[in-house]
């Protein structure tokens, strides 16, 4: 698979599963707190997380731009002088 495939397959991934926990988590208080029913909590919440995934794609990103920092270098075939002894 190719790297930006990969990438945008564990971004999109990684955006679902964030927005999914809010909304149960948001779903779950709703329904403990305001003594809604689930649909209602669940609608309310999905209501909520909305707004939550324009703030989720900035944060997505910059988690998976952050371990690519160019040190990976493809190894050129030379032999390294010294190395071994």
Known sequence: ??????????????????????????????????DASFWQALGLAALLAMPLAMLLLPLVDTLLAGPDDGRNTAFSGDKIPGAGQ
């Open 1 to 34: 698979m190719r790297a930006p495939i990969r990438r945008r397959l564990l971004q999109s991934s990684l955006i679902s599963l964030a927005l999914i926990d809010a909304l149960l988590l948001a779903s779950f208080v709703l329904n403990q707190w305001f």
